[in-house]
């Protein structure tokens, strides 16, 4: 789907007078923590509103409604945004650029539209589809990209395609010129990172796969025999009654008949082991490998990326060196 066009304008972006008070002290003066090639000056500033400057977000969940908040009202005035998803109930409690009048619609469009309408001058551009479904070029055009994701695979992705634009001498140093900068951005519960990979000049995110825990797994043997928790009897559910009652019926956990079914299934192979705590919820988290998002984490996580994404656009200040690791209770 083609994305809509804003009539956000630079001029609109200029807004009163004092707008932009905080982010001038940073970019129109100097000082020991600044940037390698730093030139304080209202150009500096101005770089982030002129149309050839151009921001991707990947991600319009919980994370990337922050992230584009931020970026706007932080002077990026031209960011697009990719997303595939649409509008859950369940997403209004974080999600808040979300309203209830907005379930079922595309995710990217509908946080699009708000950020355009709470931020004058604003040109946030939706893209409703999967990150697959853009050519390479599309991602070129960019000047950096920020991922606000909850995927592995779509990281590693998005990874794939920055690294892809890195060119290198004989020597095999980075063409700096081809460098496309992504800020990752993650949440867990309580807990949360930040990020900025250099292609060429930094661990890509392949390099550091690692770091990340393995899905956790059931036996199928203690899944069938000896369940020992609530967990075991939803997998029991999901992976062998379903293919016994229902067979040649694909599952879908965003199908609220097939969840009831399973937490129904579920419920009563717990109550034949005298195992508590089987709930619908419970069996979402186990089904979906659910984990609650907390909106302050997001919050905090989404702050730090944007920093990150003015650093490098400006030079204003000297750019992380490794990870921002949040750990909040």
């Known amino acids: 789907m083609e ?3 804003s009539a956000g304008s630079a001029e609109a972006y200029e807004g009163p007078p004092g707008r932009w008070a905080d ?3 940073l970019t129109a003066r100097g000082g020991n923590l600044v940037g390698p090639g730093f030139e304080p000056g209202p150009e500096v500033r101005q770089l982030l509103a002129c149309d050839e400057f151009r921001v991707l977000v990947v991600g319009a969940g919980g994370l990337g409604c922050e992230l584009l908040k931020d970026l706007a009202l932080t002077g990026f005035r031209n960011v697009h945004v990719i997303d595939m998803d649409t509008i859950d109930v369940s997403n209004l409690n974080r999600q808040f650029l979300f309203r209830p009048a907005d379930v079922g619609k595309p995710k990217a469009e509908v946080a699009a539209r708000a950020v355009n309408e709470r931020v004058s001058g604003a040109n946030v551009v939706p893209h409703f589809c999967r990150i697959e479904e853009k050519p390479n070029e599309f991602y070129r055009d960019f000047a950096m990209i920020v991922l606000g994701l909850d995927s592995l695979e779509a990281r590693a992705y998005m990874n794939a395609v920055a690294c892809g634009f890195a060119e290198y001498d004989a020597e095999g140093n980075v063409d700096p010129s081809t460098i496309k ?30 770091l990340f825990p393995p899905q956790t797994k059931f036996p199928l043997c203690t899944l069938a025999e000896t369940p020992r928790s609530a967990a075991h009897c939803v997998e029991y559910a999901k992976l062998i009654l379903w293919g016994q009652e229902r067979p040649g019926e694909a599952f879908d956990a965003d199908e609220p008949e097939h969840m009831t079914w399973v937490y129904e299934r579920a419920k009563k192979r717990a109550e034949t082991f005298g195992i508590p705590g ?39 200040s000297k750019g992380m060196n490794n990870y921002m690791m949040h750990m909040g209770t």
Not at 193 to 199: F, G, I, K
């Open 23 to 25: 982010l001038e002290r």
């Open 278 to 316: 089987v709930t619908y919820s419970h069996a979402q988290g186990v089904v979906k490998n659910i984990i609650p998002a907390i909106a302050s984490t997001n919050a905090v996580v989404a702050a730090s990326c944007t920093l990150e994404a003015l650093k490098i656009a400006t030079c204003c």
């Open 3 to 5: 994305p809509e066009t």
């Open 181 to 210: 900068p992504i800020v990752d951005g993650g949440t867990e519960g309580f807990k949360g990172h930040s990020r900025v990979l250099l292609p060429g000049m930094t661990p890509c995110f392949h390099c550091t796969l690692w």
